[in-house]
């Protein structure tokens, strides 16, 4: 092992020490954030609007594996290149560790409730400890001569980061050096220890795991009695839906369930681990151009009028045939009736009170017409999804869900801010050049029948969804000769409006190749768009399109 090698050996050992005791420290105490997931998360926030529309758009899905993997890769080869700078240049090296942990630092308060005390000394402390064992390594490997050898790591925790600048007889000869094995074993070790420390860490923290944790069950009981006594308010109600019925589903292999159980509902956000917020210290502050700003607490929430409302949430990267769109029971309170505590009304809007702003405890906007929060659509301030509480990862305690509008305009996750503004305010994805409005598009998808399916002759049914949220959907149609001609399907009835809709045709098939297509038509009597777009700007287009054989 040449000498450049076992320096940048100790370098990445130091690296993985440094970050497995910052998520250590993560574990035993959330309020320091994961140093970690900072910097893939500042990585993201960084990445510029053109490049961000294709690489993150799906983020929640495939691309996070992808962000962690060269986060890790990145940051052991930076540290190994640091430790090879060190033998030559220690005090260069020492300012670059530094500016680490300013880069460090600035990553971690960006992050939504932050310790900055206990995060400041955990960012310096780990950046030290790493240091330490890098200095360490490169002693025992005979790097850095003239140097005693130094105890282990974990009993010298002690300035250990100046230890370089003392260097200065580097090639004097001596220095105590352990064997090539010897220096692969400690090594080793340092970087197991740093990964068990990580480890724990992760676990304490219920990294992952707490995210799929079942949500508890919603309990309104006892919370709707609140303003009783108070005469000039109306009476509070927990609206419940009747039971979803039976004809509103058709039963058929390959159909999704009508509405989507919460852990199969699919999952979009740029945040890389979920804001974990504790109800008592959430509030949600409604502010900007009101007549009197307001401030609730999860308790206050409760205590209004509830509702449960049927809605079907898309996102706007959803690809033609593509599953970013799911149904929901949501439970929550009339955004309506959220921002008339603060005395906005639809006459009274004004171009400073224009739009409606959704931000989130991790920094995240959406915002969209104010006039839509109150045309009369069962636009939530919703806290429960299929009878519990909000899972973690899709916004608990509190989101937004607008009927109508994708997700990146409107349905803000960990809800803690409505802003009304004027109309020149870009939220998130608006400053990454998608569009400032984003009604859903009308679509359907096939997903009994799938591409490339081979048949044999007989009866076939085409079947799936369609939607158009608050349009509802008045016709669906297949066509099995690549849009020559096209056979109404039968419509399940329509839970609501605002969800999308199961359809089915049964087709007579006899052998051959075909082109299956569908298209819906919403309840304006406006049929889909045939004209095919991809996601962005706002919205894939095109009827979905798959070929099939039949024997
Ligand atoms: N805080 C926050 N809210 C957010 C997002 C986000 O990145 N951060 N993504 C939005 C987008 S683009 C969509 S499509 C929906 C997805 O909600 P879901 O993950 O619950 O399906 O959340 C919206 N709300
Ligand atoms: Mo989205």
């Not at 990445?47 to 899905?61: M, S």
Request: aromatic share 6%.
């Amino acid at each position: 092992m040449n000498e450049r090698f076992r320096a940048g050996v100790a370098g990445a050992a130091g690296a993985v020490v440094a970050f497995g005791l910052a998520e250590f420290v993560h574990g035993l105490y959330q309020l320091v954030p994961s140093i970690f997931v900072s910097l893939a998360q500042g990585i993201i926030e960084l990445t510029p609007g053109g490049f961000a529309t294709r690489a993150i758009e799906t983020l929640g899905q495939a691309d996070i594996p992808i962000l962690v993997a060269s986060t890790i890769i990145g940051a052991l080869v930076l540290a190994a290149l640091l430790s090879i700078l060190s033998l030559r240049r220690p005090v260069t090296a020492i300012m670059l560790v530094g500016l680490l942990a300013v880069v460090a630092l600035v990553a971690a308060f960006s992050q939504p409730f932050v310790s900055p005390a206990a995060t400041v000394v955990t960012v310096i402390g780990a950046l030290v400890m790493g240091a330490a064992v890098t200095t360490f390594l490169q002693n025992v490997s005979g790097l850095r001569a003239g140097e005693p050898v130094a105890p282990p790591p974990e009993a010298a925790p002690s300035e250990p980061a100046m230890e370089g600048v003392r260097v200065r007889e580097a090639h004097s000869s001596g220095g105590i050096s352990v064997g090539r094995g010897q220096f692969v074993v400690l090594s080793g070790a340092a970087a197991l220890a740093g990964l068990a420390a990580a480890g724990t860490g992760r676990a304490l923290s219920g990294g992952g795991g707490a995210d799929s944790a079942q949500p508890k069950a919603l309990d309104l009981a006892g919370s709707s009695d609140k303003n009783s006594g108070d005469g000039s308010k109306k009476p509070v109600t927990h609206e419940k839906l009747p039971a979803v019925p039976k004809d509103a589903s058709i039963d058929a292999p390959g159909m999704v369930p009508l509405v989507t159980p919460a852990k199969d509902f699919y999952l979009i956000d740029t945040a890389l681990s979920s804001p974990r917020i504790d109800v008592d210290r959430w509030s949600l502050k409604v502010k900007g151009a009101v007549e009197n700003e307001v401030e609730f607490s999860y308790k206050d929430l409760l205590s209004m009028s509830t509702r449960e409302s049927d809605v079907t949430l898309s996102c706007v990267s959803n690809e033609v045939g593509g599953g970013l769109i799911s149904n929901g029971r949501w439970t929550g309170v009339m955004l309506s009736d959220v921002l008339a505590e603060a005395g906005v009304k639809r006459e009274n809007i004004s171009r400073a009170s224009e739009q409606l702003v959704g931000r989130s405890a991790d920094g995240w906007t959406g915002g969209f017409k104010t006039d839509i929060a109150l045309d009369g659509r069962e636009a939530l301030v919703a806290f429960g999804l299929n009878d519990s509480e909000l899972p973690i990862k899709h916004g608990f305690p509190v989101r937004l869900v607008v009927p109508g509008l994708y997700g990146y305009v409107s349905a803000t996750k960990w809800l803690t801010e409505l802003e009304l503004t004027n109309w020149n305010f870009d939220a998130y994805w608006i400053q990454r050049t998608w569009t400032k409005q984003g009604p859903i598009k009308t679509q359907s998808r096939i997903d009994t029948v799938k591409d490339g399916d081979d048949f044999s002759t007989g009866k076939i049914g085409v079947g799936g969804v369609a939607w158009a949220p608050h349009k509802g959907i008045e016709r669906v149609e297949v066509s099995t000769d690549d849009g020559e001609t096209w056979n109404e399907a039968r419509l399940a009835a329509q839970l609501d409006e605002d969800t999308w809709r199961h359809y089915i045709y049964d087709w007579d098939a006899k052998p051959g190749d075909y082109t299956v297509q569908v298209r819906a038509t919403d309840g304006e009597g406006v049929t889909q768009t045939k004209e095919t777009a991809k996601p962005h700007p706002n919205g894939a287009s095109g009827y979905h399109t798959i070929q099939v054989s039949v024997a």
